[in-house]
Every structure is written in structure tokens, then in C-alpha cells.
């Protein structure tokens, strides 16, 4: 049976994609700004030696790396207000979700950014009477986060297609607002065809950005 395209509900309709998308950029800003801030600390934390820190930093970021993000959004939404006194709407279930899967994986891009820093650094600084914080933030971390920039970039990415499972809780994001446009108007094929042009458009111009970061960056050295 042959299909025949009809653009028109998704014209019609396009003030609710519009609020979609709206939605999904602020999800994804949020979380991408928490995420990368208590990223830091787990990050400080799993290359500490200091197993007080080392240890509870390392099972958080076992558990949100090794399960997947719809199951820590379902939880949030679904679970948490069992077992709290606090009820949880679909925004702070998805963003609480994304949050910390991106600190568990941010913490891991601070990490291996911390270990490129030749120890020489380290016992520069420890030299001049730093101590650990003073190490961290003045000489270190500066070195560091240039090397960590193309990770956030690819994590950001990443980041803004993972708000589209924020749909499963009814979060009025781009991905449900279609899939509600699509029920009403039957237009699937329309519809969906029209935000995966929406994400790309989106998305595609910040790849690009990045792959010339990486090619700038691996220039310079």
C-alpha cells in the first residue's frame, strides 16, 4: 500500500512542537549544567585516595553508568515518591534521571582529564606550599578541563538526544508532543519523519562543532 505524505498536521500543529522543543532544550541545559558541576566533585573524589571519598564516589558511578536511563527516569517518577514524603512531577523525575547519569559520566571524563596531568605538576605545586585544593584549582584543573572539553561537547550531544526519553513520563518535551500531535491527527509517519529533521537540525551543526574543536585541538597539541 502506498503511502501518501500529508505535511499539513504537522504545520498545523507547530506551536506545540515549538513548546516541545522549548522543553527539551531546557532539560537538557539543566542537566547538562548540574551534571557537569557535581561532576566535578564525584570526579575529585574517584582520584582521591582517601577511601571515605573514593569508595561512595565509585558506587554511584557504577550504578548510574551500568543501569540505563529509562529505568532511572521510571524510578524517579514511579518509585521515589513511595518511599519519600516528596511528590516528584515529570520534570524533576526526567531531569533528576539525566542529571546524575550525566555526573556519573562526567565524573569519569574529570577523572581521566586529572590523570593526564603529569605527576611533575603535582609536586610543582606541592613545592611551592599548595595544598591539595590550591593544587586542584590553580594548576591542575586549568590544564585538565582544556583536554576534557571535546568529552563535554560529544556528552552534551548525547545529552540533549537522551531528553527524548522523558516522553515515557508524559514530560511534555519534542518526542511527546509528537507522539500526542501523531495520536490525534494519525500521522506517524509525518510526524516522527519531522522531529528526527527537528533533532538533526538541532544537533548536527553542534557535531560539527566539536569535530573542529578535536581537529584544532590535536593540531595545537
Not at 25 to 50: D, E, T
Not at 107 to 118: D, K, L, M, T, V
Request: proline residues 4%; glycine residues 6%; charged residues 15%.
Amino acid at each position: 500500500m502506498e503511502h501518501v505524505w500529508d505535511f499539513s498536521a504537522v504545520f498545523s500543529n507547530w506551536y506545540l512542537l515549538l513548546i516541545g522543543l522549548k522543553n527539551t532544550i531546557v532539560l537538557a541545559v539543566v542537566c547538562l549544567v548540574l551534571g557537569l558541576f557535581f561532576g566535578l566533585f564525584v570526579g575529585a573524589a574517584r582520584y582521591s585516595g582517601n577511601r571515605l571519598f573514593n569508595w561512595p564516589a565509585t558506587a554511584f558511578v557504577e550504578i548510574f553508568r551500568n543501569t540505563p536511563v529509562l529505568v532511572q527516569i521510571m524510578w524517579f517518577f514511579f518509585a521515589f515518591p513511595i518511599i519519600s514524603p516528596f511528590d516528584i512531577n515529570a520534570f524533576t523525575a526526567a531531569a533528576l534521571g539525566l542529571t546524575l547519569n550525566t555526573v556519573a559520566f562526567s565524573s569519569e571524563i574529570y577523572r581521566a582529564g586529572i590523570q593526564s596531568i603529569h605527576k611533575g605538576q603535582w609536586e610543582a605545586a606541592k613545592a611551592l606550599g599548595m595544598n591539595y585544593s590550591q593544587q586542584m584549582g590553580r594548576i591542575i584543573l586549568p590544564q585538565a578541563v582544556r583536554r576534557m572539553i571535546p568529552a563535554f561537547m560529544n556528552r552534551a550531544v548525547e545529552l540533549v538526544k537522551m531528553t527524548s526519553l522523558a516522553s515515557v513520563i508524559a514530560y511534555g518535551e519534542l518526542m511527546h508532543q509528537a507522539k500526542t500531535i501523531s495520536t490525534i491527527e494519525f500521522n506517524p509517519i509525518e510526524m516522527y519523519t519531522s522531529v528526527a529533521l527537528i533533532f538533526f537540525i538541532l544537533i548536527f551543526p553542534f557535531t560539527l562543532l566539536v569535530q573542529r574543536f578535536e581537529i584544532r585541538s590535536k593540531a595545537k597539541g
